[in-house]
Antibody
Framework: QVQLQESGPGLVEPSQTLSLTCTVS??????????WGWLRQPAGKGLEWIGR???????WYNPSLQSRVAISSDTSNNQFSLKLTSVTAADTAVYYC????????????????WGRGTLVSVSS | QSVLTQPPSASGTPGQRVIISCSGS????????VSWYQQLPGTAPKLLIY???QRPSWVPDRFSGSKSGTSASLAISGLRSEDEADYYC???????????FGGGTKLTVL
């Protein structure tokens, strides 16, 4: 079965760039049937969608984060990545990578597989 | 601030039926499909319901979803202790151009 695993630093200093990678096993991110996304959840709070990438090249971002976020893919290593610049304490959260089977159909959006999540703290 | 509104808490006794509501707007639930997620303590969310009422193969039929207008509901019948978790609804919003989540409902099995 398809599994996703996040990796990256657990601590980032304010104003620096948060970088995370998601490694996908059990399936190819190039399959064409899915897009691959990032979400986050501050401690004790709800979920926030960050963005997604379809390996044909299409990328969607949360408009509220668009100026600071970049999502890319590395099909040779079956990975996709997140970069979030100019981080502040408000960016402290558990970050999840996820599989999105809805691709171009936004009317029926959902996530069917989630990574286990990784906690990223922003602090000096 | 969540744009989909859920009650912060719900509770029931084993065997009971519990319903969790999710209220949105014409640009979110009113125009798009709803999904539901279960998050057990300390774990990642798990898909429970998609396309308003469809269940993935791993979800028991005790869980069911419905939608009417700008609101949706998740029903859990035959409540079990292992159902104690946070539940989130979600839907794409055409105006905000992103998916929205509800604030989550913490279900307690008494």
């Amino acid at each position: 079965q398809v599994q996703l695993q996040e990796s990256g630093p657990g601590l980032v200093e304010p104003s620096q760039t948060l970088s995370l990678t998601c490694t996908v096993s059990g399936g190819s991110i190039s399959s064409g049937s899915y897009s691959w996304g990032w979400l986050r959840q501050p401690a004790g709070k709800g979920l926030e969608w960050i963005g997604r990438i379809y390996t044909s090249g299409s990328i969607w971002y949360n408009p509220s984060l668009q100026s600071r976020v970049a999502i890319s893919s590395d099909t040779s290593n079956n990975q996709f990545s997140l970069k979030l610049t100019s981080v502040t304490a408000a960016d402290t959260a558990v970050y999840y990578c996820a599989r999105d089977p809805t691709v171009m159909d936004e009317t029926d959006w959902y996530i069917d597989i989630w990574g286990r999540g990784t906690l990223v703290s922003v602090s000096s | 601030q969540s744009v989909l509104t859920q009650p912060p808490s719900a509770s029931g006794t084993p065997g009971q039926r519990v319903i969790i509501s999710c209220s949105g707007s014409s640009s979110s639930i009113g125009s798009n499909y709803v999904s539901w997620y279960q998050q057990l303590p300390g774990t990642a969310p798990k898909l429970l319901i998609y396309s308003n009422y469809q269940r993935p193969s791993w979800v028991p039929d005790r869980f069911s979803g419905s939608k009417s207008g700008t609101s949706a509901s998740l029903a859990i019948s035959g409540l079990r202790s292992e159902d104690e978790a946070d539940y989130y609804c979600a839907a794409w919003d055409n105006s905000l151009r992103r998916p929205l989540f509800g604030g989550g409902t913490k279900l307690t099995v008494l």
